[in-house]
T-cell receptor, first 115, second 114 residues
Framework: DQQVKQNSPSLSVQEGRISILNCDYT??????FLWYKKYPAEGPTFLIS?????DKNEDGRFTVFLNKSAKHLSLHIVPSQPGDSAVYFC??????????????FGKGTKLSVIP | DSGVTQTPKHLITATGQRVTLRCSPR?????VYWYQQSLDQGLQFLIQ???????AKGNILERFSAQQFPDLHSELNLSSLELGDSALYFC?????????????FGPGTRLTVL
């Protein structure tokens, strides 16, 4: 049972345009959401996060939107650059007892930014 | 560079063997997490240690075990290896704050079981 879903395995966008990556979740107990970027042969790199008490968080070219009622979040990258080409993972966190906050990951979306 | 180090980078072994993966967390981080990423899969949480003690378990097989040492480095032991254990294994660490977020990941160890 996938609690975090990224339904688009891949996305191609022209350089300079907006990239929108989507993520859906099913567990209403998740209270923190994160996006990670992963290049080949490297570990995931933390990009941006959002708490469930907010609906938007912005950091430079990256903005994450959270729609709690729809259990949906999205990552907007504006403007997209060729260096943004990578696999993007959505992750969700919720308290799992004994002081532990586990991350549940989606399967990722491969973004290709075309020059 | 996240500050999390993992060794070795690559590991090739045979079925039935045992291997040990090593992780050093970022300076000052008390929590260490282990994840497995199989082909076309997202990262699957295996286990968490906090300051030397097991804190949470995820989808970790009984053939796998881990520990965190007093200097806070961690080792993941995989035994009786099967072909299906071939995967990328990531270690992550986080600070001591309440949420333990974000987690910072190491470069991973690619395990190939032949």
């Amino acid at each position: 049972d996938q609690q975090v879903k990224q339904n688009s395995p891949s996305l191609s966008v022209q350089e300079g345009r907006i990239s929108i990556l989507n993520c859906d979740y099913t567990n209403s107990m998740f209270d923190y959401f994160l996006w990670y970027k992963k290049y080949p042969a490297e570990g995931p790199t933390f990009l941006i996060s959002i708490s469930s008490i907010k609906d938007k968080n912005e950091d430079g070219r990256f903005t994450v939107f959270l729609n709690k009622s729809a259990k949906h979040l999205s990552l907007h990258i504006v403007p997209s650059q060729p260096g943004d080409s990578a696999v993007y993972f959505c992750a969700a966190s919720g308290y799992s007892g004994a002081g532990s906050y586990q991350l549940t990951f989606g399967k990722g979306t491969k973004l290709s930014v075309i020059p | 560079d996240s500050g999390v180090t993992q060794t070795p980078k690559h590991l090739i072994t045979a079925t039935g063997q045992r291997v040990t993966l090593r992780c050093s967390p970022r300076s000052g981080d008390l929590s260490v997490y282990w994840y497995q990423q199989s082909l076309d899969q997202g990262l699957q949480f295996l286990i968490q240690y906090y300051n030397g003690e097991e804190r949470a378990k995820g989808n970790i097989l009984e053939r796998f075990s881990a520990q965190q040492f007093p200097d806070l480095h961690s080792e993941l032991n995989l035994s009786s290896l099967e072909l299906g254990d071939s995967a990328l294994y990531f270690c992550a660490s986080s600070a001591r704050d309440q949420t333990g977020l974000p987690q910072y990941f190491g470069p991973g160890t690619r395990l190939t079981v032949l």
